[in-house]
């Protein structure tokens, strides 16, 4: 009944609608399905909260829909008067309205969307819609010349559907999930003038039919996973306006056919492996406002013709292999805001004519593999007025120079990798910079109290200099700043207890000083500190933030037991407490800090044991506990660390903060000497070293299992039984030492399947019998990693096992010698390189690269 008298009613409305003559108002079924479209958002709104709670945000996106309204002036709708003077939705701007909710909300949300078929234009972009693009739908949607689904998590690849949509001249799909090739049938598409496929998992090539589209102005394909060369196609899309295709691991020369593309006013192909010289032709580029080509392999000089590119505002060359020097037609852009050419091999001096450039807002020269050399008689007066400053690495000497006191606009400042002398100027700490750095420089003296009364520092890094004297009182003034890092210098005294005001730190490395005292870095964000190699003292501080992803308090003189409160800490990381005298059980605490990736407690006296709950630690890779007092046996769960299992991805894994973590190198013991590894490549590492403690028993047969370790060292331990044959599982180890023990009987054939091996000490333990031969186990030569055992033979340590004496007589004797002398021709062959993944980090500190600044 009910629905008869709706039925009733809707009819009666489209009666009414009908008989009024002038209809301006929208068609009645149209307006129908945007109501249900706004029904089903409220619906799905109201049940995800409770409107009784104090979190309730009431739907109230599409409130100018009012049932008892024209349609036609609702917000977000647009219609056209049709031929017969009705009205009509053609445009539905439908972006951010979808609400945020946790449980995914699909796409068939648009169904009743999809019933309008007069849409020309259709923007549904941010709206996180989650499952596969709804083909079905929008392919209803012949008329369609404007679709913008960017920003939702659809996935699966684009349906056929699309490229019946021939009208479409704007598609815009960035920032989804979609995968799979590029069709042929983009082809089909011949009015399309703008396609933006940036940031997601499209790969395979680009189809040259796409640039058979004539009417394409822009195209953007960053941050996908393309992988051919760019087809000399490209050349064909002379009305192109805009090239974008970044990150997409394309290779090859860039085609000279780019050079035809004469309308370009942004070209970007960062972010690729193209090599090979930049283009002549690109000096065709006349209408060019911005060109990236940073990030890529390519070499050569800059071609003069690039001083042609009059409309340039944004020169971006940086981090590829160029040479010569900077280019002087440069000099002619007299539009020319931006120019990046910093990591690249330029050369000769750095010319002050850069200096005179009027409108340059951003430079960036030096850097890394910078040969580019200053010439300190030259006299700067300026002329430009600089936001952005990075001259990394650029042989500069003397002090820092004044006229950089001209800049009033300065807000970046990045003089890192000099060789800079004298103090912190005065005029620079008046300045009011966001950022400066300086590290790697040879500036002395206190830092003056002035620069932290300013209202904008956000970043201070003046590490590895020779700066001296205590930390200013006055820290806590620069509430702004996220970064500061002091590591490397001279500085003494105690922390000021002002450093807390600091709201926004994030990072905080004063290590390497001779700083001590109590230690104040309860700073609500604060997610990495480091505080190594100073002289504190007392108990280990336990106040720090929850944020603590890294804490690193090695090589200071830290007492007392192992806090529980660490376990407080539920997203510590890292943790480095090496080279103190921490006491207490670890037992006690450490299994309870889940989080932990790296654990180094090397060189102190902590006591107790592993204890099975040691596999709680599921994300360990690498735990040094060498050098304490741990006794019992190392439990059988210990092969139940899964980070320790997998082997590791050789990709280093991409954040944020990703940058920001390689100050922090980790110092292990690696093949007899200590290492810094690059924490940036921490990531692929797995080590285990439990040396120089009192552990006994047995080795349990279940440390077989952590096939990802680089590195196994159980040495100077009181370990005895046998050596599980279970090792000869652990295909990446490179390092295995297992001297110093009670071990007896039979290195296991199993070794022989070490392919990674390249260092082996089973030293001074009760080890008999042959030593096993083939892989790398036949390159094990050398004697005093066998020595001291109760009866090791093999050719490697050139005793003859009683199994290889053959009945001997003279000739016999003779032949024995000259298979030695064979055996050590073939050791000398054998390839001893298979151990080279692991990199020597120098503390090179050239992180602050500008793309990641941008971030913050
Ligand atoms: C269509 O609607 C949008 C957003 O409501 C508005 O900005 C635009 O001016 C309208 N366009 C036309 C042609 O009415
Ligand atoms: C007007 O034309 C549209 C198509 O352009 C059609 O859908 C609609 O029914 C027509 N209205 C009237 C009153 O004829
Ligand atoms: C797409 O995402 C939905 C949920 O977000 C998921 O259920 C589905 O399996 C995904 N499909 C593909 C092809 O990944
Ligand atoms: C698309 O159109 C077909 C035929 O007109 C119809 O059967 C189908 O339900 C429509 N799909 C959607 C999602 O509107
Ligand atoms: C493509 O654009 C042209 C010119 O604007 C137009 O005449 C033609 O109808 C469009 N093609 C389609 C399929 O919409
Ligand atoms: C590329 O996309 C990823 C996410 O897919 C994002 O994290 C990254 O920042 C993007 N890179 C650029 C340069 O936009
Ligand atoms: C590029 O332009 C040159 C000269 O105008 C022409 O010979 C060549 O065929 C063009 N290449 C393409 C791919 O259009
Ligand atoms: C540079 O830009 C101006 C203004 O946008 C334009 O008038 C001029 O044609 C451009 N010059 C070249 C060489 O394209
Ligand atoms: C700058 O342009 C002028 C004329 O446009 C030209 O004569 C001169 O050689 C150019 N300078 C450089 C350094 O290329
Ligand atoms: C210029 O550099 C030379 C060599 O590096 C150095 O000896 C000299 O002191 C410097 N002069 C000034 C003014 O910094
Ligand atoms: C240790 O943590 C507990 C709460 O987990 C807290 O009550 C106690 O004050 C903390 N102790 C110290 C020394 O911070
Ligand atoms: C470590 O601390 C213990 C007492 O807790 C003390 O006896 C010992 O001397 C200390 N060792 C060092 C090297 O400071």
Redesign the pocket.
């Known amino acids: 009944m009910a629905t008869i008298i709706k039925s009733l009613s809707i009819l009666s409305i489209l009666f009414i609608l009908n008989s009024i003559p002038i209809s301006s108002s929208c068609p009645i079924h149209q307006k129908q399905a945007l109501l249900q479209f706004k029904s089903t958002l409220t619906t799905i709104s109201n049940s995800n909260s409770d409107s009784n709670s104090d979190d309730y945000i009431p739907f109230t996106e599409l409130d100018s829909w009012d049932p008892k309204t024209d349609c036609c002036t609702w917000d977000r709708v647009n219609c056209t008067r049709t031929r017969n003077k009705t009205r009509t939705v053609v445009e539905l701007y439908l972006y951010s309205v979808v609400p945020l909710l946790e449980t995914p909300v699909f796409s068939n949300v648009l169904t009743p969307v999809f019933g309008i078929r007069t849409l020309k234009v259709l923007d549904i972009s941010m709206n996180s819609l989650a499952g596969e693009i709804p083909g079905d739908g929008i392919g209803n949607l012949t008329g369609l010349v404007h679709l913008d689904m960017m920003q939702n998590n659809f996935n699966g690849s684009i349906p056929r559907q699309i490229f019946g949509l021939t009208s479409l001249r704007y598609l815009d799909m960035s920032s989804n999930s979609l995968e799979g090739e590029l069709l042929p049938e983009f082809g089909l598409l011949r009015n399309l003038t703008t396609l933006v496929l940036s940031v997601n998992h499209f790969k395979g090539s680009i189809p040259a039919e796409l640039f058979e589209l004539e009417s394409l102005r822009v195209v953007d394909l960053s941050n996908n996973s393309f992988t051919d060369g760019l087809s000399s196609e490209v050349g064909k899309l002379r009305s192109l306006e805009s090239l974008k295709l970044n990150e997409n691991f394309l290779t090859g020369n860039v085609p000279d056919e780019i050079g035809n593309l004469t309308k370009l006013t942004e070209l970007s192909l960062a972010q690729n492996q193209f090599f090979g010289g930049i283009l002549l032709s690109i000096g065709n580029l006349k209408n060019l406002e911005s060109l990236d080509l940073s990030e890529n392999l390519l070499s050569g000089q800059i071609p003069a013709g690039i001083g042609e590119l009059v409309n340039l505002t944004t020169l971006d060359l940086s981090k590829n292999r160029l040479t010569g020097p900077i280019q002087s037609s440069l000099r002619n852009l007299t539009k020319l805001e931006t120019l990046r050419l910093k990591n690249n091999m330029l050369t000769g001096e750095i010319p002050s004519w850069l200096f005179k450039m009027k409108t340059l807002k951003k430079l960036f020269i030096g850097g890394e593999a910078s040969r580019l050399i200053w010439n300190n008689k030259t006299k700067i007066v300026p002329r430009c007025s600089l936001e952005q400053l990075g001259m990394p690495s650029c042989g500069i000497s003397g002090h820092i120079p004044e006229w950089i006191s001209t800049q009033k606009d300065l807000d970046f400042l990045d003089l890192s990798g000099n060789q800079f002398e004298g103090g912190f100027p005065n005029w620079l700490a008046k300045m009011d910079v966001g950022s400066i750095i300086l590290s790697d420089n040879k500036l002395t003296g206190k830092l003056p109290p002035q620069l932290f009364e300013s209202g904008s520092l956000s970043v201070l890094a003046l590490s590895r200099n020779n700066f001296s004297g205590e930390l200013p009182e006055n820290i806590g003034n620069a509430r702004t700043i996220m970064i500061l890092m002091l590591s490397g210098n001279n500085f003494s005294g105690h922390i000021p207890v002002s450093i807390s005001k600091i709201y926004r730190l994030l990072l905080l490395d004063l290590s390497r000083n001779r700083l001590s005292g109590p230690v104040f870095a309860d700073n609500p964000l604060l997610a990495y500190i480091d505080l190594s190699y100073n002289e504190f003292s007392g108990e280990i501080p336990v106040t720090f933030s929850t944020e603590t992803q890294i804490l690193s308090l090695g090589g200071n ?1 830290f ?2 037991d192992l806090p529980v409160n660490l376990t407080n800490l539920v997203n510590l990381e890292h943790l480095d407490l090496h080279d103190n ?1 921490i ?1 207490g059980n670890f037992q006690d605490v450490i299994p309870q800090i889940v989080s932990l990736q790296v654990l180094d407690l090397r060189n102190n ?1 902590l006591i107790g044991f592993m204890p099975k709950a040691i596999s709680n630690l599921a994300s360990l890779r690498i735990l040094d506990l060498s050098g304490n007092n741990l006794a019992g046996s190392i439990p059988r769960e210990i092969g139940n660390l899964a980070r320790m299992i997998e082997t590791p991805d050789m990709k280093p894994t991409v954040d944020i903060f990703n940058f920001l973590i390689e100050f922090q190198d980790l110092l292990l013991n690696w093949k007899n000497s200590f290492r810094g590894l690059s924490s940036r490549k921490l990531d692929i590492y797995s080590f285990l070293d439990l040396s120089n403690n009192r552990i006994s028993g047995e080795i349990p047969a279940t440390l077989g299992n952590l096939k990802g370790l680089k590195l196994l060292n159980i040495s100077h331990n009181r370990i005895s039984g046998n050596i599980p044959v279970s090792f000869g599982n652990l295909e990446g180890i490179e390092s295995l030492d297992l001297s110093h023990n009670e071990i007896s009987g039979l290195i296991p054939q199993s070794f022989s399947k070490l392919n990674q091996l390249a260092i082996l000490d089973v030293s001074n333990n009760k080890l008999m019998g042959k030593i096993p031969t083939g892989g790398q186990m036949s390159t094990m030569n050398e004697l005093n990693s066998f020595a001291n055992n109760s009866g090791l033979c093999g050719m490697q340590i050139r005793i003859v096992c009683p199994e290889d004496i053959r009945p001997s007589d003279d000739h016999e004797v003779e032949d024995e010698t000259l298979s030695w002398f064979s055996w050590e021709a073939t050791w000398v062959g054998f390839p001893v390189g298979l151990f080279s993944s692991i990199l020597f980090m120098a503390y090179s500190l050239n992180f602050l690269n500008l793309r990641s600044f941008r971030i913050l």
């Open positions: 003189k007492s007392g005298n006491t006296s």
